[in-house]
């Protein structure tokens, strides 16, 4: 007989019931496991947080994205000291003046009616 052989013939009845509970309550306690992950409230709370922390993802990297625009337009029309550089910022505010100049042109030109 092997030495595997002689211990588990020398466990007492007593001893293989109470190894017999035990695996049959471990048994149990993963059925019970199982059964709660394979629920339909599970799953779709399951699908539910993971949608959310994509969205988590998508909007940190978003944000990032922008804050590191903003900064770049920054560093454009403000020099380090936080003075802001005309040479810049005077032709934008041209274009945006002459922008808003022509949108408020053609929203008073009376429309020709067709027909």
């Not at 909007?59 to 005309?86: E, I």
């Amino acid at each position: 007989m092997t030495t595997e052989a002689a211990v588990s013939d020398a466990r007492t009845p007593a001893q293989i019931e109470a190894d017999i509970v035990r695996r049959r309550d471990q048994l149990a306690e993963t059925l019970d496991e199982i059964g709660v992950r394979v629920h339909p409230q599970t799953i779709v709370g399951d699908a539910k947080a993971r949608m959310v922390s994509r969205v988590d993802q998508t909007a940190g990297k978003a944000y990032v994205a922008v804050n590191r625009t903003v900064a770049g337009m920054k560093g454009r029309f403000v020099s380090d000291d936080g003075a802001p550089r005309l040479e810049r910022l005077v032709p934008v505010a041209l274009v945006v003046v002459g922008v808003v100049g022509l949108l408020a042109v053609s929203a008073r030109r009376p429309r020709r009616r067709r027909g």
